[in-house]
């Protein structure tokens, strides 16, 4: 398929812009199969006790089969049989008690997690929500929010948006944020918090502390963790592909230098490029640990392809049939963005159903998916199936620990 660097900028501007916007997701999803869990507090989304004794009739978690995914501002859960259930709903849809939920989700331990929360973003500071799983069974899922991570943003041609997130072993959180999304150089962010992560509303910027390590990515996208290391994936040179940063520092006092809004800032990150995606395909949003080294997904493309543990490209696991491109309807098996594996091997992607039309480029309202790839008994990867359809930028999942 022919590429277009115009194009693929222009696509990568009009997608993240969507992915992290306050879309009210009023498009109809699919059905769910168990009770939507209304929310009880301002910071919280909770479903009610079960009558009775308060014990639930459904399905046990299973460890590593719960698969959590942002779309349309709500969090939503699939456990294995691809039962849906409404773990946090939008502010728009709920005022009261919503939350805006988007961006990558990461577990800081079986319970805790953060995910991008800019509910009232003209009025209040986005940042990364920390949360607390409730239930002790799928139809018994729900959160509550314990804080909220705030850092200073550089300058940018738009609103302030979260991405990508990662948990270091020792519990150090790596966060980063889109920066420039239509001109100028990169801006966007990476940066590393030092626990603990919880606090009271109102939750004060820049508790606890945190610091800069880079703050020139261009296009910043998804993080996984590697060992001691983090790689960053981005869709717009200079930084495009996967980097990799070594040596991050274990306390905001290794942080000598500082920003322009007086943020710490690392003086020197050790910093290369991974996974240099030009000739695959052709830019990374999504990263996940594969069996035999990582996955990174290509939204514009249609493509995920499987990199070995330096790096190297091993195989496609998503392509598009010969011919096919973004056009005026989404192409068939997907545009992938956010990606997620089960304790089964299962690859599932977050499917933005990207359009191309003479006036626009981005993911068509309402026709977003979530998907996922099963691998057979000689690990090739199977067509995708359709988990969950009729979405609103479906951007990011994550499997529960």
């Known amino acids: 398929m022919r590429k277009s660097t115009i194009l693929t900028l222009l696509l990568t501007i009009a997608l993240v812009a969507a992915a992290c916007s306050d879309d009210d997701g009023d498009t109809p999803p699919a059905e769910d199969t168990t009770t939507e869990a209304p929310s009880s507090s301002s ?50 849809d709920d005022p009261e008690n919503g939350l805006d939920i988007n961006a990558q989700i990461c577990f800081l331990d079986d319970r805790t997690f953060i995910a991008g929360e800019d509910t009232e973003q003209a009025t209040v500071p986005p940042g990364w929500g920390v949360f607390e799983l409730t239930g002790d069974t799928f139809d018994e899922l729900g959160a509550i929010q314990i804080g909220k991570l705030v850092p200073t943003y550089q300058p940018a041609d738009s609103q302030a948006e979260m991405f990508g997130c990662g948990v270091l072993p020792d519990g150090r959180v790596v966060t980063s944020d889109v920066g420039n999304q239509a001109s100028g150089d990169g801006t966007g962010q990476l940066m590393i918090w030092f626990p603990p992560f919880e ?43 996967v980097s990799r940063y ?13 920003d322009s809004t007086g943020a710490p800032m690392m003086a020197d990150p050790n910093k290369e490029l991974f996974i240099d995606v030009n000739g695959n ?22 493509k ?19 011919g096919d491109a973004p ?35 981005g993911p068509g309202s309402g026709l977003g998916k979530v998907r ?30």
């Open 281 to 302: 395909i052709g830019l990374a949003n999504g990263i996940t640990a594969s069996p035999n080294g990582w996955y990174v997904s290509g939204v514009f493309t249609g």
């Open 43 to 92: 910071s919280s989304s909770q479903p009610p006790d079960t009558e009775g004794d308060g014990a639930s009739e459904g399905s046990a978690i299973e460890a590593g089969m719960i698969v959590l995914s942002g779309q349309g501002n709500d969090l939503v859960a699939y456990d294995a049989e691809a039962n849906r259930r409404l773990v946090i709903q939008n502010a728009n």
């Open 372 to 401: 996922m790839i099963r691998f057979d008994e000689a690990g090739d990867p199977q067509p995708p199936v359709v988990i969950d359809e009729g979405l609103a930028f479906p951007d990011a999942l994550v499997v529960i620990p």
């Open 246 to 258: 070594t040596d991050l520092p274990t306390s905001v006092d290794e942080c000598t230098d500082t």
């Open 327 to 361: 056009g005026e309807e989404p192409l068939p098996l997907g545009s992938p963005n956010g990606l997620a594996t089960t304790a089964d091997g299962t690859l599932w992607f977050a499917d933005m159903a990207l359009l191309v039309t003479p006036d626009s480029i």
């Open 304 to 322: 995920i392809a499987e990199y070995g543990p330096d790096g190297t490209f091993i195989r496609y696991v998503l392509e598009p049939a010969e």
């Open 199 to 241: 606090g009271e509303p109102p939750y004060e910027l820049g508790t606890p502390s945190y610091c800069k390590i880079d703050i020139a990515v261009t296009t910043a996208q998804a993080i996984a963790i590697d060992g001691e290391d983090v790689l960053l994936a981005s869709a717009r040179t200079p930084t495009l592909g």
